[in-house]
């Protein structure tokens, strides 16, 4: 068998891990081929999941540096274990009073290089066993703070009430966890936050725009305008 070499932009769905994708990708459509994902998202996030096939998955670290842009939403004073929306809540605290302006302010302290240490709901190892595993068990081990650059960090839309949300766009170098962001956010606000929702609308030349979503991939795979694209 010839071996391929591709680089899919696949918008990933809502509920389905990047791995899930990997294998679907694979089973369905390159058995026997190595196939392989740069750059993880969470079962919950959505967005462009580069998919690399054949000889293309040498060029996995390389895309993987690339920089990546996202688009979510925060919620204000309420904390949750995994730091997002499928966690359990641990605090909750009212927070009608924190405005936009207050919310800038934090933002400019999060934006250029800074020190981020890795949430225990993650899949970094610790002596061969997963993070989120350890966590599962109650466990937490020392993580070591790692240095991510935030290369813009902005408001879309501030929707007051008891919980504020905010609409916000963040464009950041490799390694960095935006649902440790927002936590580290809501912290230095005083209210605690979680990330609601999140969606990967780049990584370096890949836009979402250009992407294509799981269940068209069988409709356009004879068509290559979705591959190797930015």
């Known amino acids: 068998m010839c071996e391929q070499e591709k ?13 899930g994708v990997t294998e679907y990708i694979k089973k369905r459509f390159f058995p026997g081929q190595k196939v392989g994902h740069a750059g993880t998202l969470d ?14 998955t040498k060029k996995v670290c390389e895309l993987m540096e690339l920089e990546k842009e996202y688009e979510g939403e925060m919620v204000l004073g309420i904390s949750t274990d995994t730091q997002d929306a499928a966690g359990k809540v641990v605090k909750k605290i ?5 405005g936009k302006e207050e919310v800038e302010r934090v933002f400019e302290k999060f934006r250029g290089e800074i020190f981020q240490t890795p949430p225990m709901y993650s899949a970094l190892r610790y002596k061969g066993k997963r993070l989120y595993e350890l966590a599962r068990e109650g466990k937490v081990v020392e993580r070591q703070p790692r240095r991510v650059n935030i290369y813009e960090l902005r408001i879309l839309k501030f929707i007051p009430g008891d ?19 927002v936590h580290e956010i809501g912290e230095l ?23 294509i979503d799981l269940e068209r991939i069988h409709l356009e795979y004879g068509n290559n305008s979705w591959i190797e694209q930015g």
């Not at 079962?43 to 293309?56: E, N, Q, S």
């Not at 919980?163 to 962001?181: E, H, N, Q, W």
């Open 7 to 19: 680089i899919l932009n696949i918008n990933k769905p809502y509920g389905m891990s990047s791995c």
């Open 43 to 56: 079962p919950w996030a959505t967005g462009v999941l580069l998919v690399c096939v054949g000889k293309a």
């Open 94 to 98: 009212n927070a009608q009073n924190i």
């Open 163 to 181: 919980y504020p949300g905010v609409k916000f766009r963040v464009v950041c170098s490799r390694g960095t966890y935006i649902r440790t962001l």
């Open 189 to 211: 606000l005083g209210c605690g936050a979680h990330l609601s929702s999140l969606t990967r609308t780049r990584i370096g030349d890949f836009s979402i725009e250009n992407s």
